[in-house]
């Protein structure tokens, strides 16, 4: 106690010592934000102006508060530049002073309340020397609470001052890629149109090209800027597609898309043919596919390697079709620049002798500098390295000023740094950043560009002339084990089913397109899709993923189920032979050929077709019709068979589902066709009876009519009744006469007489097996 006392008698008296225990958690009591910071990389004779806006987080009102800028030493390395911006609270150990003026008051701060300021002060006030560097440079509030009555930083923001009035001897080469990548968007179907247009899954793609949009301004902020655009095929070819007309799915059909957006496309596609003109510009493989999720998973299934070696074919057609430029296809690039040796060996597997990593997988421990990104690493191929601090520099939301500021000057930052760790010798930078970066990313990164516009200490260098630079001896060139691949990363890799499912579309397709005799309208829409299924963009979003592939197998399996055998029913054959028909059905909008159809019986012994157990014939068939094959077939024995028809490619590959139907086989005995040839001669006899009865009662009603017309000319009623009585008479005597002569001519009469068999008519019914005349 006696030793206690004096001293925490001073700490009452010397409220400075005490401020030194309430730093840390004091000095955030207040959020000071820069929003911005003009010039970035100040000159001699500029003066530097910093606006933001002070906020209390604290529970009491701030009075008698000043705020000022503290300016501090010139930092000699990287890993400083680190450490400050890391830093959160205020040091005095570290912090430095504040400058004397300018200064600005503010009487009261009260809680919650934003308040803005700005202040500004000539270069050389800040007496930043003459070789210039890398400068911190803070904004703090000093000021009292009503619980503490003595000056103390209540809050302090600190950034960045890159200061170089003199170009450097020899400047650092910098490329920086600028990305233009997108998602998946069009999907493996089109329409029946003559110029068979694409169908979009969705019409996002359009709020991106928008005005304002995220491709919109990657375009708009590039084409000024000294970048290397990189660039995926599919998004241009999805581009030309959407500009030359498109329609979007809606439910089980799909619309057409709209003229407004079909101007969107063609004007955004312009926009980008005039900024890429004289600029170099590197082509990724078709849709981008994700690399390490190819050689983690996708070398498990055989002909995954294929899907890359066709995308990165298919590259360099597509942008210089559609963009009128050459572009380089011989690089690759791995998500987020991670690499290990399979990552590689997949790589360059199609082609690529350049792929592009980052300083986070391929290390530099054991050197104090930062190195020239191209180092040679077996094979012919090159790892272009790109710096993983400046790559990474404006990920995370760069919506708020303060943000956006803050990390475009810790980039400008660092590349001066860079340059004066060997200021004697010169070294080649690349950055690769974000594959998609957000509109306020986009504008950050430009931002951070132009701040290096004045080419003091940086120089811009295209990727192309990057990878050929020379390479530091020094440099790593080992390629990290893949145990060493990043875990984040692994999870979020398409996983082997994806593989499994493009392996099967694959396959199907190879099936399919022999038979076709336009194949163009089939193989590229779902070709390219396939492609789209190994994209990168996919990361994060395993359902979307797994919702497109099963969406391109439905699209390619309702084309191959539009050829199809016609299902039939059971067949009857009687006899020893006879053919049996099978029919195959072709709703395609082209003609279908080179496929054979089989016809196979379960029982060769009973019946063969075409003498043989099974039987096959080729068969084509025309867009939208039907075409029917006859199987020529013999019976042995009765009973059933079951019959089998498939259809096959001509190399021999089953094509389809099969068909299978049932035949009764019911042989003809000479017995059997005696009773049916006795039968159809009954029918013939009966068919001859009803044909004379017929004409007999004809006659007689012909008989009658005449005898009615001859009533008029009837004569007298005596000379009618001795005329009658004269031909009774004659009557008798004829049949007397005719009756004799019946004997020798075998009864033969009159073709009008009744049959001599037939007696007279009785009205009782008739017995069985009777004959009756009606």
Same mark, same amino acid.
């Given at each position: ?16 010592? #005490? ?47 000043? &705020? ?16 400050? #911006? ?18 600005? +008051?503010?009487?009261?701060? #009260? ?83 003559? =110029? ?123 942008? !210089? ?23 590689? $060996? ?28 191209? @180092? ?6 090159? #790892? ?18 303060? *943000? /956006? ?8 930052? =660092? ?20 594959? =998609? ?7 950050? %990164? ?21 990878? $050929? ?47 076709? /005799? ?18 990168? /963009? ?46 195959? =059905? ?6 279908? !050929? ?18 043989? *157990? ?7 068939? @025309? $867009? ?12 042995? $024995? ?20 099969? %068909? ?19 039968? &159809? ?27 009615? +017309?001859? !009533? ?10 001795? +005329?009658?009585?004269?031909? *009774? +008479? ?45």
């Amino acid at each position: 106690m006696a030793v206690g006392a004096p001293l925490l008698a001073g700490l009452l008296q010397n409220p400075s010592a #005490a401020q030194a225990a309430e730093e840390t958690p004091v000095s955030r009591t207040v959020d000071v934000s820069i929003d911005t910071l003009t010039p970035s990389a100040p000159v001699e004779g500029d003066t530097v102006t910093v606006t933001g806006t002070l906020t209390n987080r604290g529970k009491r009102t701030i009075t008698d508060a000043t &705020v000022n800028l503290r300016v501090g030493p010139r930092m000699d390395s990287r890993s400083e530049i680190d450490q400050v #911006a890391r830093r959160k609270g205020f040091r005095s150990d570290s912090d430095p002073r504040p400058l004397d003026s300018p200064e600005i +008051e503010i009487k009261r701060l #009260a809680v919650g309340v934003p308040q803005d300021f700005r202040i500004s002060v000539p270069v050389a006030d800040l007496d930043l020397g003459d070789e210039g560097g890398v400068y911190q440079l803070g904004v703090s509030l000093t000021g009292q609470t009503s619980d503490a009555r003595w000056n103390r930083v209540l809050g302090i923001e600190r950034t960045f001052l890159p200061y170089q009035p003199e170009p450097t001897a020899k400047r650092t080469q910098l490329t920086y890629l600028w990305p233009l990548v997108s998602s998946a968007h069009i999907s493996a179907d089109t329409a029946s149109d003559e =110029q068979q247009s694409p169908v979009f899954q969705d019409d996002e793609l359009v709020e991106e090209l928008r005005p304002g949009g995220r491709l919109d301004q990657m375009v708009t902020l590039g084409k000024d800027l000294a970048v290397t655009w990189v660039i995926d095929p599919d998004l241009l070819a999805s581009v030309d597609a959407m500009a030359n007309g498109y329609r979007v799915k809606d439910g089980t059909g799909h619309t057409a898309g709209t003229e407004a957006n079909r101007k969107l496309a063609e004007r955004w596609l312009g926009e980008l043919e005039k900024a890429v003109q004289g600029r170099k510009v590197v082509a990724l493989p078709f849709a981008d596919p994700d690399l390490a999720s190819l050689a983690h998973r996708g070398k498990a299934v055989p002909g995954s390697l294929g899907h890359l070696q066709s995308a990165t074919a298919l590259a360099g057609s597509t942008v !210089e079709t559609i963009l009128h430029v050459q572009p380089a296809t011989d690089f690759a690039w791995p998500v987020e620049g991670a690499v290990d040796p399979s990552i590689m $060996a997949v790589a360059t597997s199609a082609g690529a002798r350049k792929v592009i990593a980052r300083s986070d997988s391929i290390q530099d421990d054991d050197l104090s500098y930062t190195p020239t990104a191209a @180092r040679p690493i077996g094979g012919g191929a090159t #790892a272009v390295v790109s710096d993983a601090e400046l790559s990474t520099a404006f990920q995370g939301d760069m919506v708020r000023a303060e *943000t /956006s500021t803050l990390a475009v000057q810790e980039f400008l930052a =660092q590349t001066l740094a860079i340059t004066l760790e060997q200021p004697q010798d010169r070294r080649s930078v690349v950055v690769a950043p974000q594959r =998609q970066p957000s509109v306020s990313q986009a504008q950050a %990164m430009a931002a951070a560009v132009r701040g290096l516009g004045a080419k003091r200490w940086t120089e811009p260098l295209d990727l192309v002339a990057a990878a $050929a630079a020379k390479p530091d001896p020094d440099a790593s060139t080992r390629v990290p084990r893949a145990s060493q691949y990043p875990k984040k990363l692994r999870d979020s890799e398409l996983p082997v089913d994806a593989f499994r499912d493009m392996k099967t579309t694959g396959d199907e397709l190879d099936d399919f397109k022999v038979i076709l /005799s336009d194949a163009t309208r089939v193989v590229p829409p779902v070709g390219t899709a396939i492609n789209r299924e190994m994209s990168t /963009s996919w990361r994060g979003r395993t359902t979307a993923a797994a919702i497109y592939r099963v969406d391109v197998q439905d699209v390619l399996r309702r084309l191959t189920k539009s050829v199809v055998l016609v299902d039939k029913s059971a067949l009857t054959l009687s006899g020893r032979s006879a053919t049996i028909p099978v029919t195959v =059905q072709n709703k395609l909008l082209q003609d279908v !050929e080179g496929l054979v159809l089989r016809l196979t019986s379960s029982n060769g012994t009973r019946l063969k077709v075409d003498g043989d *157990t099974s039987a096959d014939l080729p068969i084509t068939v @025309r $867009a939208g019709h039907s075409q029917s094959v006859k199987f020529p077939a013999s019976a042995n $024995a009765n009973g059933q068979v079951s019959m089998t028809a498939q259809l096959y490619t001509v190399d021999g590959t089953p094509y389809g589902s099969p %068909m299978t139907f049932s035949v009764k086989v019911s042989e003809m005995t000479p017995t059997v066709m005696l009773v049916i040839a006795g039968g &159809v001669l009954l029918l013939v006899l009966a068919g001859v009876r009803m044909y004379s009865q017929r004409k007999r009662l004809a006659a007689r009603a012909a008989e009658a009519e005449a005898d009615t +017309e001859s !009533e008029a000319d009837a004569p007298s009623e005596a000379e009618a009744e001795a +005329e009658t009585e004269a031909e *009774t +008479e004659a009557e008798t005597a004829a049949g007397s006469t005719a009756g004799d002569e019946s004997d020798t001519a075998d009864g033969a009469g009159q073709p009008s007489d009744p049959d001599a068999d037939t007696g007279s008519e009785s009205g009782d019914p008739s017995g069985p097996g009777e004959k009756v005349d009606r």
